[in-house]
T-cell receptor, first 115, second 111 residues
């Protein structure tokens, strides 16, 4: 089974801090994604990566950056955390785009609170 | 711009009933449609994926159909159980290979 592991289930940080959320997948997937999920707004794509050192902006990249130095690891960085970044963050991975018969696989999420 | 709508937003049914969840999308140019389940405070679990050339997929008590021309998909759950209680999300993969998400249907199965 595919395993997508997010480093923390719950995280509490203060405004202005630099926050790192880590995600690791064990299936040699090319694609990795970071979403945030908020009540009433659904899932929104922050950034995605289709290869090592490659990154693409999603729908809401402002205030975030990402890093993918190794194929299995995709990090989300909040450069200077703000209270409006309090949310559930979900990491996902999938095979490359040519495999349209393969779903995205999700981690258990990180519930981040910015005080 | 692709939009995905799920109706109803919430549904409560007695255990044992068969039920249907609905998903509609505005642009038929999709690669696939995916159904996911999300338990409270958890990540998403993939249930079924229907490629654009397919009409339906089945897994156990779940059956998902796709009518691309009308922009609709249904998720049929047979003989519902309390363990089926969760939020069900559908998403379509658009022509840019991005998943466009519905807001979900919160399902409660009453024992």
């Amino acid at each position: 089974d595919v395993k997508v592991t997010q480093s923390s289930r719950y995280l509490v940080k203060r405004t202005g801090e630099k926050v790192f959320l880590e995600c690791v997948q064990d299936m040699d997937h090319e694609n990795m994604f970071w979403y945030r999920q908020d009540p009433g707004l659904g899932l929104r794509l922050i950034y995605f990566s289709y290869d090592v050192k490659m990154k693409e902006k999603g729908d809401i990249p402002e205030g975030y950056s990402v890093s993918r130095e190794k194929k299995e690891r995709f990090s989300l960085i909040l450069e200077s955390a703000s209270t409006n970044q309090t949310s559930m963050y979900l990491c996902a991975s999938s095979f490359s785009w040519g495999f349209s018969n393969q779903p995205q696989h999700f981690g258990d999420g990180t519930r981040l609170s910015i005080l | 711009k692709q939009e995905v709508t799920q109706i109803p937003a919430a549904l409560s049914v007695p255990e044992g009933e068969n039920l249907v969840l609905n998903c509609s999308f505005t642009d038929s140019a999709i690669y696939n449609l995916q159904w996911f389940r999300q338990d409270p405070g958890k990540g998403l679990t993939s249930l079924l994926l229907i490629q654009s050339s397919q009409r339906e997929q089945t897994s156990g008590r779940l059956n998902a159909s796709l009518d691309k021309s009308s922009g609709r998909s249904t998720l049929y759950i047979a003989a519902s159980q309390p363990g089926d209680s969760a939020t069900y999300l559908c998403a379509v993969m658009d022509s840019n290979y991005q998943l466009i998400w519905g807001a979900g249907t919160k399902l409660i199965i009453k024992p």
